[in-house]
C-alpha cells in the first residue's frame, strides 16, 4: 500500500514537472522526482503525455511493409509498425538463424540445413545417396573423403 502511495506521489510530481517545462529530459525529471529515465516515460505514456519533441521527431521505414513510421527516437527503437509486422520479422529472423552452413560428411559438399536437423546428429550428408553410400553404384558422385 505505501509502496502504491509513492508511486501516486511520484506519478503527480512527474506531470507537475512536466506541465512546467515539457521540454525538461526525461532523465532530468527522473533525478528530481527520484526515479529512474524509463519510468518518467511510462508514467508520461500512460498520462497520455508522451509527445514527441520539437527536433527529435525522426522517421524510419517498417523493415516489413515499409511503411513510414514517425516519432520519437525512443518510440522508434522497434524495427516494425505494427505487432502483425512484428510477428512477421519474428518468424523470418528466426527462419534464417535456423538454417546452418554445413559440410558433406562423405563428399564435402557444402550446403545449409535446419539447425534443428543438425543438431541431431555429428555427421552430416549432403543428401540421401552420401548418406547411404549407395551413390557409389550410382555413380553419381566420385569417392574423395571416404574413411569409415
Ligand atoms: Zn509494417
Ligand atoms: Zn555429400
Known sequence: MIKQKKAKQHEKQVLELFSQNPVMPY?????????????????????????????????KHCIVCNKVMTGTKTELSRKTCSDKCANIARIKSKKSAELVTLTCFRCGTIFTRKESEAKRSKKHYCSTACYSGKWKQNGKIEVKVLTE
Do not use: D, F
Not at 533525478?31 to 508514467?43: D, M, S
Open 27 to 59: 532523465s532530468e525529471i527522473g533525478i528530481q522526482v527520484g526515479i529512474t529515465k524509463e519510468r518518467v516515460r511510462q508514467i508520461l505514456k500512460a498520462n497520455n503525455k508522451l509527445k514527441p519533441r520539437v527536433g527529435m521527431i525522426i522517421t
